[in-house]
């Protein structure tokens, strides 16, 4: 790797009127270095399958396609890799572990069928558990840089298990501090979009709408190659703010637009968390600020 993440700030106005309060938006922008294919960090992800009674036909057919083809993007002796499917009932297809035998995991996913029900909270809880076993998130690489740690949800259904948001919102925040980040693949017109963005944006990641299920080999395979570019896990930015300035809310204007969840503040130094470090996938952050009214001068 070469060099560090370089961050620029910019404010969008240089003078502010006297004596009255105002708003300032403020752009950052993160700049990572580039990398070489060899510094890649391992990968340890868990796939997280609906297969509730909605998936039937084409939409089970094609995920299961699309895990199978996921397996050449994982570098065996190096990366991990498990599969949590679920319905009313959460099972462990395939136990998280360094993959040696890509048959044995193809084999179990194409024993997946339907059954009724969607408790993806169990789900998600399983696949937290499967990830906690393969490597202990504390641990880091020799390079001081953690592994890679995603869950990866393939749904296209409503949740019946009657968590509410809160309750997912609180799970998402523990799966964040664990240093994982969820991916969601959300089929069709009728999957909860707000929970999806609710708990990608809580751990740092990312959801996609698909709609035709053929779709969902070509987005997987290039996630999990995204993911091979990732420098730094779960960032976090510290700012410190003049006194009686305040952080009224923060925004991820690019790759990708989300709000910035979970913002927490100690005096005068706000703490935001970031989404993964992906080397020359630059980050630009927008976050409205406002500042008490002041006297006049600098």
């Not at 996913?109 to 499967?130: C, D, F, N, P, R």
């Not at 393939?154 to 309750?167: E, L, R």
Request: net charge negative; proline share 5%; charged share 25%.
């Amino acid at each position: 790797m070469d060099g560090k993440v370089a961050l620029k700030a910019l404010l969008n106005r240089e003078y502010l009127p006297v004596n009255k309060s105002s708003i300032v938006y403020l752009i950052s922008e993160l700049v990572p270095p580039t990398m070489n294919s060899e510094e890649a960090l391992p990968l340890n992800c868990c796939l997280l399958i609906d297969r509730s009674l909605s998936m039937y036909g084409e939409k089970l057919s094609e995920a299961k396609k699309a895990a199978k083809e996921a397996l050449n993007h994982l570098v065996p002796g190096k990366d991990t890799a498990g599969l949590v499917i679920f319905a009313e009932k959460t099972q462990v297809l395939f136990q998280q572990k360094t993959l040696t035998d890509y048959k044995a995991i193809e084999d179990k996913i194409e024993e997946i069928k339907v059954s009724s029900g969607t408790s993806l909270y169990k789900g998600l809880e399983a696949a937290v558990e499967q990830l906690k076993k393969a490597a202990d998130p504390g641990n880091k690489t020799d390079s001081g840089r953690r592994v890679v740690q995603n869950i990866i949800l393939i749904s296209d259904g409503q949740p019946t298990d009657n968590k509410t948001n809160d309750q997912y919102r609180e799970l998402s925040k523990k799966i964040r501090e664990a240093g994982i980040t969820i991916i969601a693949l959300g089929i069709g017109a009728d999957y909860n979009e707000d929970l999806l963005a609710l708990i990608t944006e809580a751990t740092g990641g990312s959801w996609y709408h698909i709609n035709d299920p053929k779709e969902i080999r070509n987005i997987l395979s290039n996630t999990l190659q995204n993911q091979k570019t990732v420098l730094f896990v779960k960032p976090e930015l510290y700012m410190r703010l003049s006194a009686g300035v305040e952080l009224q809310e923060g925004f991820r204007t690019s790759p990708e637009l989300n709000k910035i969840s979970d913002i927490t503040r100690e005096e005068q130094v706000y703490k935001v968390p970031l989404s993964d470090v992906k080397a020359n996938e630059p980050q630009t952050l927008v976050f409205k600020l406002t500042v008490p009214a002041r006297n006049d001068g600098p």
